[in-house]
């Protein structure tokens, strides 16, 4: 199977508690270097919906970044309702720039629901954002 059609193995990754709560592991797939493409998957998907566009954008020269949020998959399942809420999902996904070293993500891909997380991180977090002119 050539390198672009093989979907990364998953990766923990801690976050740090964040303003929505406290702290979460992901399962993260990531593949590749260069700008950070970050994909965020809809209800009721994983990352694996991404299997296809993680590979192919990596060997494209992209940082191709596609974590199971909070709930999903192999990442951490907390007990209350609360710690699913667009903040909670949102500082997630800032959380995960900052622990991956993560200065701005070229490209925000999503499914479904995550048009609303990204749209507050956008408000949360600008620099996260490459803005072309």
Do not use: K, N
């Amino acid at each position: 199977m050539p390198v672009a059609d093989r979907f990364p193995a998953p990766t923990p990754v801690r976050l740090a508690p964040t303003a929505g709560g406290g702290a979460v592991t992901l399962s993260v797939h990531e593949a590749g270097r260069g700008p950070a493409i970050v994909f965020c998957h809809g209800f009721p998907d994983l990352a694996y919906s991404w299997r296809h566009q993680v590979p192919a954008l990596a060997a494209a020269g992209y940082r191709a970044i596609a974590p199971d949020q909070r709930g999903y998959g192999a990442s951490d399942r907390p007990d209350a309702v609360e710690a699913y809420g667009l903040t909670e999902l949102t500082g997630d996904m800032v959380a995960l720039l900052d622990t991956l070293d993560v200065e701005r993500a070229g490209h925000w891909v999503q499914q479904e629901y995550p048009d609303a997380v990204t749209a507050r991180i956008l408000a949360w977090l600008p620099r996260a954002f490459a803005v072309r002119r």
